[in-house]
Antibody, heavy 112, light 108 residues
Framework: EVQLVESGGGLVQPGGSLRLSCAAS????????MSWVRQAPGKGLEWVSV???????YYADSVKGRFTISRDNSKNTLYLQMNSLRAEDTAVYYC??????WGQGTLVTVSS | DIQMTQSPSSLSASVGDRVTITCQAS??????LNWYQQKPGKAPKLLIY???NLETGVPSRFSGSGSGTDFTFTISSLQPEDIATYYC??????????FGQGTKVEIK
């Protein structure tokens, strides 16, 4: 059974950093394209980033240069390193396998 | 970037009604379109992929159609458990990928 479990969310001050993790089971992260999608409180879904099986990465303009997607094949885990965080980055962050299977999400709150 | 225009933003219908949601892409995306259902406090759930293919385990009252720039999502007979917000998403070629604004479906 495919399972994705996000962690690492929390409260952080503007300008701070946070690293989200997405632990996968039931499949191999490195053999799939994996995405991060976020949802601000009361708002719609926003695609954030993707890493392909070959290692290519892409980002939404809103996070480019601040966020980095990566994976650890030995841990079968996806990451999102978030730097220079802003209030508008406040959201629930979901990881997804091939846009088909999604985790339960982790809340990131950027506030002083 | 490709923009997705989804309508309506909300709708109210009776149990058993046919419900239709549309999504228009700002350029040709072939059939690279997903439809998701999201219930409050839950992660999105994929219902339709490649514009018209029903994801495994999804009831057959859900369907999708279209290609190019114009797409339609239909619930043939609305059920109480279908109360949710529905989103389209394009995944044409290279990212960025974009979602529609969402359609909140309520029971009349």
């Amino acid at each position: 059974e495919v399972q994705l479990v996000e962690s690492g969310g929390g409260l952080v001050q503007p300008g701070g950093s946070l690293r989200l993790s997405c632990a996968a089971s039931g499949f191999t992260v490195s053999s799939n394209y994996m995405s991060w999608v976020r949802q601000a409180p009361g708002k719609g879904l926003e695609w954030v980033s993707v890493i392909y099986s070959g290692g290519s990465t892409y980002y939404a303009d809103s996070v480019k240069g601040r966020f980095t997607i990566s994976r650890d094949n030995s841990k079968n885990t996806l990451y999102l390193q978030m730097n220079s965080l802003r209030a508008e980055d406040t959201a629930v962050y979901y990881c997804a396998r091939r846009l088909r299977s999604w985790g339960q999400g982790t809340l990131v709150t950027v506030s002083s | 970037d490709i923009q997705m225009t989804q309508s309506p933003s909300s709708l109210s219908a009776s149990v058993g009604d046919r419900v239709t949601i549309t999504c228009q892409a700002s350029q040709d995306i072939s059939n690279y379109l997903n439809w998701y259902q999201q219930k409050p406090g839950k992660a999105p759930k994929l219902l339709i992929y490649d514009a018209s293919n029903l994801e495994t385990g999804v009831p057959s009252r859900f369907s999708g159609s279209g290609s190019g720039t114009d797409f339609t999502f239909t619930i043939s007979s609305l059920q109480p458990e279908d109360i949710a917000t529905y989103y389209c998403q394009q995944y044409d070629n290279l990212p960025p990928w974009t979602f529609g604004q969402g359609t909140k479906v309520e029971i009349k």
